[in-house]
């Protein structure tokens, strides 16, 4: 979806026609879903982020403000709305309840990505390394808006894509 | 290279199956927001004032313009869409009646563009894009000569009509970009505009695609600033060499430059020691003219290039129209759409053009100061960290 398409869609999301949302929803939902499982480690959670996320872009699909980077704008609602429950699921819970769930869940996703040698090898990468892979391959954003996004340099962010799919690729070999 | 390519693919793959289907779960906690209510304002403008035409189907085809205009129609009182007619035509009129004013007081001639030129961005209030449009009616009121249809003095363009009543100099020895030698920097007559000839460049030639060259429309992209938020390496070379490179089918597809970096000038990410860029583009055909390829950077002449990195070394960042060009003079040679570099130093430079399509050979400037590249290098960080928002 270009720019210009998802400006389309957003309007009727404006005119609360929900198949606007939907159009988005359906290109959308794997990037979203994976840019706040990155950060939740928790699958569960991430789905509920991600339905908040879609019920909040019909909410406020009125403040969006055109141009380009749209998939930049997206995945930084995204990020903010998993770091502010993340936050708030800090204070409800002891964190070594967290830590533990984390943990468990984590085990579990192995069980389950371990058939995949891809997946076994993403798990080779460090957290930030993964989050670039995937805000560069998935958010399909420049280096310059993951820069932005992780409030880290550009050259910083270019270096650690390289080399974590260098990485990928090594491990892969 | 390829094997990141196909791993990108792979992982994409593996994140689509990953992700849950959420969209029952979503629809159902959607709420219906009735201040949303546009195409109900819309339908009950229609019914209002049908004969304005108000076609709601072009209206929703997805213009920003329509948005605008919807939120004005929802609006209060002083926006009704009589009284935004009345104050548009009022508007209108009044510009008409200064501009007939202004034309009167000065014969229709270069002189007056050159002030206008000149004192473009204080009269249009200093905005950038005040500059350009002040460029843009610089240009075509120079063109006009060129365009100017015998008797009827018909004038093509968007803005010229109104000029057409007043006569003007006798500009049509510079059809076609050949003046007299002797005219020395600055065309007679034409003060602030400049031809090709004048600026000591190799005339363009472009290599001959075979019948089955895939080529793109020159019209394929609108040029703006904004697209170079997506510069990843901005640097000054000279080309080395140009040759065609097939796709995958084995049609020429591409032009391909080899390019010897002389300086970066901005970039992105690794560029120490960067001695030398290969840069794609795709090919963008000549419609009727001599030379079969527009835009083609021509051996032996430097260009600033704003490029970004493919998988197997750069490309272009926009190749539909002619690149910022390295004059043997020292000057810098750029399109217009770069309208915030326009400033009012700049020469409006007028060439041959190179096919029916050809958009840009009257529309090109041209810089000599040494401001030039910090102005595009401010212009392209600005870019970058705004998001594309300037």
């Not at chain 1, 991430?46 to 019920?55: L, P, Q, Y």
């Not at chain 1, 819970?93 to 943990?103: K, M, S, V, W």
């Not at chain 2, 849950?20 to 219906?32: C, F, V």
């Not at chain 2, 209002?48 to 609006?75: C, D, T």
Request: proline share 4%; glycine share 8%.
């Amino acid at each position: 979806m270009n720019d210009q398409q998802f400006e389309g869609n957003i309007r009727r999301i404006c005119q609360n026609d929900k198949d606007g949302l939907k159009n988005i929803y359906e290109d959308y939902c794997p990037m979203i879903f994976s840019a706040v499982f990155d950060i939740l480690k928790n699958r569960e959670d991430a789905e509920d982020v991600t339905s908040e996320f879609f019920i909040r872009l019909w909410n406020i699909a009125d403040t969006y403000r055109g141009g380009r980077g749209h998939r930049g704008w997206l995945i930084t609602v995204a990020r903010n709305m998993a770091v502010d429950y993340a936050r708030k699921k800090s204070r409800e819970l002891p964190a070594g309840e967290i830590r533990e769930d984390r943990q468990e869940k984590s085990s579990a996703e192995d069980r389950v990505l371990c058939k995949l040698s891809l997946e076994q090898a993403l798990m080779t990468l460090k957290e930030e390394e993964r989050q670039i892979v995937n805000l560069k391959i998935m958010g399909e954003l420049t280096f310059r808006e993951i820069a932005r996004i992780l409030k880290k340099p550009p050259g910083t962010v270019a270096w650690r894509y390289r080399t974590a799919m260098e990485k990928l690729k090594e491990v892969r070999l | 290279m390829r094997r990141i390519s196909r791993l990108e693919q792979e992982y994409r793959n593996l994140k689509r199956q990953a992700a849950p289907d959420l969209w029952s779960r979503i629809e159902e906690r959607l709420e219906e927001h009735p201040e949303r209510s546009v195409i109900r304002g819309e339908q009950r403008l229609e019914e209002e004032y049908p004969e304005r035409g108000l076609n709601l189907k072009q209206r929703h085809r997805g213009e920003k313009g329509n948005r605008k205009a919807a939120g004005l129609y929802k609006g209060k009182g002083i926006f009704r869409p009589r009284v935004v007619f009345g104050a548009a035509a009022s508007a209108a009129a009044i510009f008409l009646f200064m501009a007939a004013g202004s034309w009167y007081d000065e014969p229709r001639s270069l002189v007056r563009n050159e002030k206008i030129f000149g004192e473009g961005s204080e009269m249009l209030g200093g905005e950038a894009g005040a500059d350009w449009e002040t460029t843009a009616f610089v240009q075509e009121t120079y063109l006009a000569a060129e365009e100017i249809d015998g008797e009827n003095h018909q004038i093509k363009g968007e803005t010229a009509p109104q000029e057409t009543a007043c006569p003007g100099p006798d500009l049509s020895a510079y059809a076609g970009g050949n003046p007299p030698a002797s005219e020395g920097k600055k065309a007679e007559g034409a003060p602030g505009v400049l031809l090709y000839s004048q600026l000591e460049l190799a005339d363009y030639q472009s290599l001959s695609l075979p019948a089955q060259a895939v080529t793109v429309s020159e019209d394929a992209m609108y040029f703006s600033e904004e697209i170079l938020e997506d510069t990843e390496l901005l640097c000054v070379g000279t080309v080395a060499s140009v040759s065609l490179e097939p796709d995958d089918s084995g049609c020429p597809a591409f032009l391909v430059y080899e390019i010897p970096v002389d300086s970066v000038c901005y970039s992105e990410t690794y560029t120490t020691g960067l001695a030398y860029v290969q840069v794609k583009s795709p090919i963008v055909r000549a419609v009727g003219g001599h030379n079969q390829i527009l835009y083609q950077m021509q051996v032996g002449a430097s260009y600033v290039l704003s490029l970004r990195s493919a998988d197997d070394g750069w490309e272009l960042l926009f190749p539909y129209a002619p690149q910022i060009q390295v004059t043997p003079g020292g000057g810098y040679l750029f399109h217009s759409g770069y309208g915030s570099l326009a400033d009012d130093s700049a020469f409006v430079v007028v060439g041959q053009q190179e096919g029916d399509n050809d958009f840009y050979y009257d529309r090109m400037l041209l810089r000599e100061d040494g401001d030039f590249l910090s102005d595009l290098i401010s212009l392209v960080m600005n870019q970058s960290s705004n998001g594309g928002k300037g």
